[in-house]
Nanobody
């Protein structure tokens, strides 16, 4: 089982990035996938998740309306489209298999982090 995160980078405030989380060893029917992030000196926080069973998605309040999570079954990949990025979005972003219902919990398999840096 492996999750491969990619797509991070340096962007100016107001810009966009799309993160990808490619799964191998299992399908998106098996596990919900979530994104978490950790900024320097701060605790890790949940960002978004998408259910493996239905269309349920979760977003933390600070990213609602700016981030969109989606999945491509053919590519076995989950995407996080991030628009109108702000400096406070700067963090290392991780994807993980999670329990996605009324929020995100119980991360299991982790991908490596991808750095997102938003300059003001």
């Amino acid at each position: 089982v492996q999750l491969q995160a990619s797509g991070g980078g340096l962007v100016q405030s107001g810009g966009s990035l799309r993160l990808s989380c490619a799964a191998s060893g299992f399908t998106l029917d098996d596990y919900a996938i979530g994104w978490l992030r950790q900024a320097p000196g701060k605790e890790r926080e949940s960002v978004s998740c998408i259910s493996n069973r239905d269309d349920y998605t979760f977003y933390r309040d600070s990213v609602k309306g700016r981030f969109t999570i989606s999945k491509d079954f053919a590519k076995n990949t989950v995407y996080l489209q991030m628009n109108t990025l702000q400096p406070e979005d700067t963090a290392v972003y991780y994807c993980a298999s999670v329990f996605c219902l009324y929020g995100l919990s119980s991360p299991g398999y982790w991908g490596q982090g991808t750095q997102v840096t938003v300059s003001s």
